[in-house]
Structure formats: structure tokens, C-alpha cells
């Protein structure tokens, strides 16, 4: 790769600064969390209504710094949210009812 390639924020392999600390290597359990969201792409996957490659653009597109901020899968939830609004499968409206619910 050229040296003097922009890379995307998302692109860390390599980067000294987050090559500071090793690697977690261990296996470690995904809370309900993370499983609900895995949970819901696998169903949207299935319904066809978001494939992986969306997730992936989605989660890509993700401003830098809210990038960084997020964890995994609130990334994902984050490019879910997205593509289902883009997609006109749920409304802002009703994004906002289902949270005041929550």
C-alpha cells in the first residue's frame, strides 16, 4: 500500500496508534446486547431486507469520531438504524416512539 494513501478512519490495521496495547485474544461471552443485534441482521439478512455488505457500508460510513466512540455492535446497530430509515422500512416517528418506549 502506498505510504502516502489517505486511508479510511475505519482502516486501523498497522496504525502505531492503536497498536499500543495487545490484542484480546481470549475468548470472551457478547452480552444480550449484542446478541439481539446479531440477532436482528441475521433476520434482516433473511428477510432480504439488509444484506452484510449494507451493514458493512453502513458501519463504514459512520463519522470518524462517533466511529471510534461506539463498540462493535453499536456500530452495527448504528448502520441498522440507518439503512432501515434510507430504506423507508421504519420512520423517524416511529424510531423515536420505539425509544421514548423503551
Known sequence: MDKEALRSHHDL???????????????HGLTDFDKEVDALRQILGAKQVMSVDELRRGIEAIPE??????S??????????????TKGVITEAELRAALEGA
Do not use: F, Q
Open 13 to 27: 490495521g498497522g496504525i502505531p496508534k492503536y497498536m499500543c496495547e495487545p490484542v484480546d485474544t481470549e475468548p
Open 72 to 85: 462493535y455492535y453499536r456500530r452495527w446497530i448504528r448502520s441498522i438504524t440507518d439503512n432501515l430509515l
Open 65 to 70: 469520531a462517533e466511529y471510534h466512540r461506539l
